[in-house]
């Protein structure tokens, strides 16, 4: 049984993670036009499995073929997802592939009832749908789109699905385990998969005319975007249901457009967004909650003065 601080805590290391993913948004506004997406994301992944494992050698001791089967599966699911959210955001825009890509919070539920033939939860799903209007809102608006669909929508929404399967697949295979060794396992196999993806598309690698702050933006995304925030999701997913999780793991798109909208005063700041920030933590409110605390008033003794 999971104490109510060991999940308090599980909760917050989630939020914590999405508002560091939250302000990555602000640091790459340009790295993506000097560094080509795959080798981006392989020097990430490659920081965090090095890193981790240099601190944490002594538990790679444990490692069998349940771990490195486990790790392979959640790895190529992480891979898959940032692989084809990265081909989608080509062929759409910022916003909406904020937005699609949120989408996997309404797939969870069910990815969960396929795996664990178990049915969602009602209060998920509508939480998770008012979630997903919400984002919308803050997304689309913050850009000033019309909701239209293009192609890369078709690739963001595939992104969706493999950011839902990774969430369903730590929970499923990875919670008996230690979560440092199943992170460290994760990072190495996206890193391998980057690589080949890489090599296979004749994607050219030129360091050497990468500015210093693209530099210092890559050791950042390495070590707090990927090593940290990664780690402070599956450590926190082990105590936390994937549908919860799914929420509170959407905020990333929220502190996104937060972190831009503080940074870059000269943004538009539309009434709307707003409402879409209130919607979003409306859905977490729900989800945490399931109103219970509205049932607990209605149920509660009248007072004598009434």
């Given at each position: ?9 599980a909760k917050i290391s989630l ?28 020097f990430r992944f490659t920081i ?259």
């Amino acid at each position: 049984m999971i104490s109510k601080r060991t999940s308090l805590l599980a909760k917050i290391s989630l939020v914590v993670a999405t508002v560091i993913w939250g302000s990555t948004f602000v640091l790459m506004k340009d790295t993506v036009d000097v560094l080509a997406p795959s080798w981006l994301l392989f020097f990430r992944f490659t920081i965090g499995w090095v890193v981790l494992s240099g601190i944490f050698f002594k538990r790679l001791r444990v490692l069998d073929k349940k771990y490195i089967a486990s790790g392979a599966v959640i790895g190529l699911c992480l891979f898959l997802a940032y692989f084809t959210q990265t081909l989608g955001i080509a062929g759409t825009t910022p916003g909406k592939n904020a937005m699609l890509t949120a989408g996997y919070c309404v797939m969870v539920p069910f990815i969960m009832w396929a795996v664990h033939r178990k049915k969602p939860d009602g209060w998920n799903l509508i939480a998770a749908v008012i979630c997903l209007v919400g984002i919308g809102m803050v997304a689309l608006c913050y850009e000033g789109e019309a909701l239209t669909i293009v192609p890369g929508d078709a690739l963001t929404l595939l992104g969706a699905f493999f950011y839902a399967a990774h969430i369903v697949a730590v929970w499923t295979l990875a919670r008996d385990k230690d979560m440092i060794v199943v992170t460290i396992l994760q990072f190495f196999y996206c890193s391998v998969f980057c690589l080949i993806s890489s090599l296979i598309s004749g994607t050219e690698l030129n360091l050497t005319n990468l500015p210093a702050e693209n530099i210092v933006m890559l050791v950042y995304l390495g070590l707090f975007g990927t090593t940290i925030a990664l780690l402070l999701q599956n450590v926190g997913q082990k105590y936390v249901h994937p549908s919860a999780a799914s929420i509170l793991l959407s905020l990333e798109s929220v502190f996104g457009v937060a972190f831009s909208l503080i940074f870059f005063a000269d943004e538009k700041k539309d009434p709307i967004i707003f409402v879409g920030f209130f919607l979003v933590m409306v859905a977490v409110i729900i989800s945490e909650t399931k109103l219970d605390f509205l049932k607990k008033n209605k149920n509660a003794p009248a007072s004598e003065n009434e």
